[in-house]
């Protein structure tokens, strides 16, 4: 029967912080899942012998189904009776580099009861251990000795009659501290306060992280609050050992791993990386079993001796197979029995779920998504979901699916030229023909093909059979890359790659990267100079960068991670946590700057060479057209010179009869040929003299040698002097449809951009028009800040010119006028916030109004109600890397303005990371 209602999650995202308790209840799971299955077997290894411990990692790309796979885990561990009390299960998701804050995290669940219980549950195993060593007993831990961990009552009981030494099970538990943390020091008296009714409530707060005051450290009797990485690593450890002790061994998750190793820069945080090999370590050697969910990327570039700390207990998790995919439809379709004939999947016939592989590459969240889409779309109840209905429905909703053969060939054709691979299309070789060859001469140096989503292993081996193309290459000993459209199941990807040597799968937008970096090895190293030279001098630098990081990470971790204490604080310490954060944000402005200025320059001299290249292509042309025409003069003038020599000689002979003559003839009329084919041969040996290539450094050069070397001529072939009318505004003469359709044509980036400037500033409308007909967004940002009306139709602008337009009025003048439209995004609405041009949310107001104070207090308090995602958005529109940043667009008049708000975002970014929020206190004391 048909869903009455849709079944499939619309964001098929998990979110597991906010659950009470670890269960699958309620969760659709197809086990048949292999992730599922390789994780179901490890642990179950662990709990049947928990005297070792264990770590698994998880890796995979987004939406694989990882943090389904850490609740599965969770929820065997939650549901185990293998141990008489409870296990403690843990979860934790990284969002951000900060140790702190994933500590505080992780403890969060922790009450004070709770603490309290486990730490009393621990001194029972502590007391076990000391029963059993006074008692010089041979037999170890017994059933009866084994009462004593379990009820806490009978080592009270023990105690008050002198069967057990309080002092001595006390110096056991400080000995195993100390052990921990190599020292008596705070840990110790901690655990001791959790027993005193007085002291429980601070001691909760100090094993949080919380906000403990001086008074009550002094009487807990520690030095300081939890902070530093070392102290962290603690921490964890020691919960780990209580745990242990109680007789209820730990089970951490952590998710998004790769959150917390990842820096800004997508480079690994060489401490973070240390810091969880050392607290897998510990938890490990506490017999804990310890489950890591990290993104694929992420996995790859871990430092070797992290990853060899998972062992073989490394699951990937893949795209879905078929069978897997059918499973999880099932699944979620089990309320509904189908009717007898029908598949398990229906209203989904097998035909549909195909096609849902192919539109979301495998990815079982894609997936799940695109399942939900097609059912919520899906009108006709009566019967079942084909290919077409599939993919009808998804093209009429909208979003982002997998990539079409079109724009798999668009990527190739794009990623090779990036490469500076001069390559070939539908080449054909010993009567096969190959989509795409890179030749160097006659020698075929790399191949790229292109298939259809691939689907069953006996498919993917008469695929592989039939195509004899690839014993060709390999006889001309190429490199062969085949790019699977759409989806391939992940029991054939094997035999392609043992067929083709690389394969990359155009499952999502994201494969581009992939494909990029396939292809720049595709060639073999001769074919790049200095590749060597240039790997060794580079692995050098990275040494070197790792040797400096390593002396100073201690030094920067001791000053980063001491800025966030929660709770109440007192304004002064903030002030001064504060005053420390600004000091290295001004160091950290300094190489942003010069970023921000350097892919400036960069666009602004690439636009430079364009047109010069342009130029330089035009007077090749023009030479090589004066040459053909020179040969033909000279061709023209021996021929008319043959023509009257003959004559003369032939008059000559009739007139005296002479052979004298007649041998005469045929002597000049030879020597006359072999002149004029010494004088062809002579001119296309000589390369006409041509004008000196021009020479400039930047656009100032450029813009003097239009001004005062050139003559200006709009319409020339020369692009130089085309350059040279725009500068001096001749092309203000024409209408705004001439020079949009001028635009059309031109191939500098330069003159396009000021024609369509002009053609904007005298018509808006042309803006829509140059959008329909697919010109840049960038080439159009400069019309769109000229204009001095708004035409309604700028309502649909695409983001970036949005932004331009917001931008218009100038965002530091604040003079109150409304904007041309209302603002969709977080961005649009901050910008209206600094103009005050319109009322927005309080959070977005308070930060703009930190913004135009130039505030930093203002900004942390601000930041309490910030997303980080919008913040970094807002950071990706206003950068100036990319395409899709305006921070490069150096010729906009608010281009300063723009860099000023990209600092104020990357700032808010910075103090976000580093933990720096006002107190509570004082929200709302300035604004």
């Not at 549909?352 to 998504?369: D, H, K, P, T, W």
């Not at 459209?485 to 094997?494: K, T």
């Not at 040279?724 to 003159?751: C, D, N, W, Y």
Request: glycine letters at 6%.
């Amino acid at each position: 029967m048909f869903p009455d209602r849709n079944p499939f999650p619309a964001q098929a995202t998990m979110t597991l912080d906010a659950m009470a308790t670890y269960g699958l209840e309620g969760t659709p799971t197809a086990m048949s899942r292999i992730p599922l299955q390789r994780l179901e077997s490890i642990q179950r290894r662990y709990l049947d012998d928990p005297v070792a411990g264990r770590a698994a990692a998880l890796h995979g790309p987004h939406g694989s189904g990882k943090t389904h796979t850490l609740l599965v885990a969770m929820d065997r561990a939650s549901r185990d009776k293998t141990s008489a009390r409870p296990r403690v299960v843990l979860y934790v998701r990284a969002d951000g580099p900060d140790p702190l804050l994933l500590y505080r995290k992780l403890m969060s669940r922790w009450t004070a009861t709770e603490l309290s219980e486990l730490a009393e549950q621990a001194f029972a195993g502590y007391a076990m251990d000391e029963f059993i060593a006074s008692r010089d007993s041979v037999t170890g831990e017994t059933q009866d000795t084994r009462r004593l961990r379990e009820n806490p009552d009978l080592v009270k009981q023990a105690i008050d009659d002198n069967e057990l030494s309080h002092t001595a099970v006390v110096n056991r538990l400080d000995d195993d501290i100390r052990r921990i943390q190599g020292r008596y020091g705070n840990f110790e008296r901690v655990l001791r306060s959790l027993s005193n009714p007085a002291l429980c409530p601070v001691a909760h707060r100090w094993l949080l992280a919380e906000d403990v005051h001086a008074e009550e450290l002094v009487r807990l009797g520690v030095s300081g609050v939890i902070g530093h990485p070392a102290e962290i690593r603690t921490a964890i450890h020691v919960l780990a050992a209580l745990a242990r002790r109680a007789g209820r061994p730990l089970t951490l998750a952590m998710d998004q791993v790769e959150a917390f190793l990842r820096t800004s820069d997508g480079t690994i945080d060489v401490a973070n990386a240390g810091l969880l090999r050392g607290v897998i370590e510990d938890l490990v050697g506490e017999n804990a079993f310890v489950v890591c969910a990290i993104a694929e990327q992420v996995w790859r570039d871990m430092p070797p001796d992290v990853r060899q700390r998972f062992g073989p207990s490394e699951i990937q998790t893949p795209d879905l197979s078929e069978d897997e995919a059918n499973d999880v439809l099932a699944s979620y379709l089990a309320p509904w029995k189908p009717e007898p004939g029908q598949p398990r999947t229906f209203p989904f016939l097998t035909d549909a779920v195909r096609q849902l592989l192919v539109e979301s590459g495998g990815n079982l969240r894609r997936f799940i998504q695109a399942s939900h889409v097609v059912i919520d779309k899906w009108t006709q109840v009566t019967t079942g979901i084909d290919e077409e209905g599939v993919r009808c429905r998804l093209a009429s909703a909208g979003g982002e699916w997998a990539p079409t053969e079109a724009d798999v060939r668009r990527a190739v054709e794009k990623a090779l030229q990036n490469a500076g691979r001069h390559f070939t299309v539908d080449y054909e070789i010993d009567g096969q023909r190959v989509d795409y060859v890179v030749l160097r001469g006659t020698r075929i140096m790399l191949a790229v093909e292109i298939s259809e989503a691939v689907f069953g292993q006996d498919e993917a081996v008469q695929a592989v059979r039939q195509m004899e193309k690839i014993q060709a290459l390999r006889r001309h000993q190429s490199s062969v890359v085949l790019v699977v459209v759409g989806y391939s199941s992940p029991d054939v990807r094997d035999r392609l790659q043992e067929a083709f040597g690389r394969v990359v799968i155009a499952s999502s937008p994201d494969f581009v990267a992939e494909l990029e970096r396939t292809l720049r090895t595709g060639v073999p190293e001769e074919d790049l100079p200095n590749t060597a030279l240039d790997q060794r001098l580079e692995r050098l630098r990275e040494e070197l960068v790792t040797l400096i990081e390593q002396r100073g990470e201690e030094e920067r971790l001791v000053s980063a991670r001491l800025q966030q204490v929660t709770g109440e604080r007192s304004s002064e310490e903030w002030k001064e946590q504060l005053r420390h954060s600004r000091l290295r944000w001004l160091q950290e402005q300094v190489d942003i700057e010069r970023e921000f200025d350097h892919w400036r320059s960069r666009r602004r001299l690439d636009e430079v060479g364009e047109i010069v290249q342009l130029h330089d292509e035009y007077v090749m042309r023009r030479a090589d057209r004066f040459r053909t025409r020179r040969e033909r003069q000279v061709v023209a003038t021996c021929t008319a010179l043959v023509a009257i020599v003959f004559g003369v000689l032939t008059a000559q002979a009739i007139t005296f009869s002479s052979i004298t003559s007649l041998y005469l003839l045929i002597v000049a009329a030879a020597a006359i040929v072999v002149l004029v084919l010494a004088s062809v041969i002579t001119m296309r040996q000589r390369r006409p003299s041509m004008p000196a290539p021009i020479k400039v450094r930047d656009l100032d050069d450029l813009n003097r040698l239009a001004r005062h070397e050139v003559v200006p001529h709009l319409h020339s072939v020369d692009p130089l002097e085309r350059y040279a009318a725009v500068v001096g505004q001749f092309h203000a003469e024409e209408g705004p449809r001439t020079l949009s359709q001028m635009a059309l044509k031109e191939r500098s980036t330069l003159i396009r951009r000021s024609l369509l400037t002009e053609a904007a500033a005298l018509d808006p409308a042309t803006v829509d028009g140059s959008l329909r007909a697919g010109l840049d967004q960038a080439d159009l940002s400069g019309g769109v800040e000229a204009c001095a009306d708004i035409p309604p139709s700028w309502e649909h602008l695409p983001g970036r010119l949005r932004i331009v337009a917001l931008l218009r009025p100038g965002i530091t003048r604040g003079d109150g006028q409304p904007p041309p439209f209302a603002p969709r995004s977080w961005l649009e609405q901050f910008v209206c916030a600094a103009t005050e041009a319109i009322p927005v949310s309080p959070s977005v107001q308070r930060l703009a109004y930190a913004y135009a104070q130039d505030d930093d207090e203002l900004l942390a308090d601000a930041l309490r109600d910030v997303s980080e995602r919008d913040l970094r958005q807002a950071v990706g529109m206003l950068s100036p890397v990319g395409e899709d940043g305006i921070g490069g667009y150096y010729w906009l008049n608010t281009g300063d303005v723009i860099r000023e708000t990209y600092l104020f975002m990357r700032k808010a970014l910075y103090f976000l990371a580093t933990g720096i929020e006002g107190p509570s206190h004082r929200r709302g004391d300035r604004i």
